[in-house]
């Protein structure tokens, strides 16, 4: 079996890294969240408090 040269094993390191780096960038930017529609029906409630120092 031969052995691979360390020039090779850098290329395999480099190819496999942009693999990843490009999937992960893949997921990150094509994920569209769902917009929950509780939170936009509901009004909130904020209750105004008058501190007395």
Partial sequence: ???M???M???L???F???MMLFNNMNFFLYKP???KK???KPINMKNT???W
Wanted: hydrophobic letters at 50%; charged letters at 10%.
């Fill in 13 to 15: 390191f480099i190819l």
């Fill in 34 to 36: 769902s917009i929950l």
């Fill in 50 to 52: 008058h501190w007395k």
């Fill in 5 to 7: 040269s360390p020039i």
């Fill in 39 to 41: 939170m936009e029906s």
């Fill in 17 to 19: 890294s942009i693999t």
């Fill in 9 to 11: 094993w850098l290329s």
């Fill in 1 to 3: 079996m031969p052995q």
